[in-house]
């Protein structure tokens, strides 16, 4: 071997290890995606049977901890408002710590809380808790099941690159009504046949397993440790608390849940007291709502990141949900001004609440990867903290103004106003000029 090949030779071998590692690396983050991706359904699933599932048995709550619709109203917004408090905070220590000590934080906490629950704040035949005792600790059990939103957002938007995010966060998206819909199916007729011990019992190993999984399989991309990976580290533009485009996203959010959140907490209240229904029928229309959620928030976010169009496809559904709201308010404005029975129209009634439902439900994925997108994937926890944040301002806000909307306008002007707030947010999510 001459000289000069000599020379060479050490940096063919560096330049061949280097390209082996790189495709290595590759293998493992195109197999290794998919089950942080399923981290996330799973750990999105888990708290959304906590907060969609625990108002699906509204019923049984009310009866169980003898509230009345004033105080069923409070101790559901105090879930949501716990959640809001803390997911911005939540999504700050995310962007510094990293998704995954965050992750498993926030399910055990959750799992360990509910757990205490189950054991101490429920009904029996000598001992009713307070509403003050029951509000507090639906409002804990939302401070720590904040923590999932954006640590686990964040680690997809790591482990997925774009033009396939939008498709990745809808699948992630697609826990919350997966979760919310297995809930409305399991949690009332537990309430009913067991109590709410089984209730928060249930819920505690849910976030508990969740939590193992996050545990086992959640860690750092390679390539976040390579010198060339830097989009993470040092993403373009302001950050997201400054970016006056990530607000905008996050408004137009807060604002299409609204309508979203009346339908997950006050749903099975209006069939019930309005339309007359059974267990049976509630359950199955709120789950009917949760798949088909499902299934148009895996449809749009390959149709988004297919076209491009993320923006014209929030403006649908906020055009969508308006007049689906808008319709339902006034159907049952008729049916309420019906002189006689007005059974007939009452399948008419749950239909529409499901088409709307859904309509108002379809979004979410879009929304998040849009918004992830303009803040930066190292800083996607706080922007996704923040929406989140207004997200849950909305469950708080919602179930503790419904009562009041009751006593007021009654069913139609719940269903009016939610398509009010629907129609707010499509000049919100106008591109600036």
């Avoid at 293998?27 to 599932?53: E, P």
């Avoid at 400054?242 to 137009?252: C, F, G, K, Q, S």
Wanted: charged share 10%; glycine share 12%.
């Amino acid at each position: 071997m001459s000289s000069a090949d000599a020379n060479c030779e050490p940096g063919r071998v560096g330049r061949a290890a280097a390209v082996t590692a790189t495709s290595k690396a590759e293998r493992f983050r195109a197999n290794h995606r998919w089950k942080v991706l399923g981290i996330g359904v799973a750990a999105n699933a888990s708290f959304s049977a906590t907060f969609a599932g625990i108002p699906a048995a509204a019923v049984f709550l009310r009866s169980g901890y003898q509230l009345s619709n004033g105080n069923l109203g409070l101790v559901l917004g105090l879930l949501g408002l716990g959640v809001a408090l803390s997911e911005l905070p939540w999504g700050l220590l995310t962007d510094r710590w990293g998704d995954r000590g965050v992750l498993l934080t926030g399910l055990g906490a959750t799992a360990s809380w509910l757990a205490l629950m189950a054991f101490f704040i429920v009904p029996s035949a000598t001992y009713v808790p307070g509403v003050a005792m029951l509000a507090a600790c639906l409002l804990v059990t939302g401070l720590l099941g904040g923590s999932v939103n954006g640590s686990s957002g964040r680690a997809i938007m790591a482990w997925f690159h774009e033009g396939e995010r939008g498709f990745a966060m809808s699948i992630r998206q697609t826990a919350v009504p997966l979760g919310g819909g297995l809930g409305a199916l399991v949690l009332p007729s537990l309430a009913s046949a067991h109590g709410f011990a089984a209730v928060f019992g249930l819920l505690a190993a849910v976030n508990a397993v969740s939590a193992l999984f996050a545990w086992r399989w959640l860690h750092q991309p390679p390539e976040a440790d390579n010198a060339g990976s830097m989009a993470m580290a040092k993403p373009a533009g302001p950050a997201p608390l400054r970016n006056v485009e990530v607000w905008r996203i996050a408004t137009a959010i807060g604002m299409l849940c609204v309508p979203q959140v009346a339908v997950l907490t006050f749903a099975s209240v209006f069939l019930h007291d309005f339309a007359g229904m059974g267990t049976l029928t509630i359950s199955a229309s709120l789950a009917a709502v949760q798949t088909g959620a499902m299934i148009m928030r895996v449809w749009s976010g390959r149709f988004t990141d297919r076209h491009g169009n993320r923006r014209w496809f929030l403006r649908l559904c906020s055009m969508t949900s308006a007049l689906g709201f808008a319709a339902l308010g006034l159907l049952v404005l008729a049916a309420a001004a019906m002189p006689g029975p007005h059974a007939a129209l009452m399948p008419a009634i749950a239909v529409l609440l499901v088409v709307a439902g859904i309509s108002v439900s379809a979004w979410h994925g879009v929304a998040y990867t849009e918004l992830a997108t303009l803040a930066g994937a190292s800083r996607a926890g706080t922007a996704l903290g923040l929406a989140n944040s207004f997200v849950f301002i909305a469950f708080f806000v919602v179930p503790t103004a419904i009562p009041a909307l009751l006593l007021v306008w009654s069913w139609p002007g719940v269903w009016l106003v939610g398509a009010l707030c629907a129609l707010t947010a499509w000049p919100i999510l106008l591109r600036p000029n």
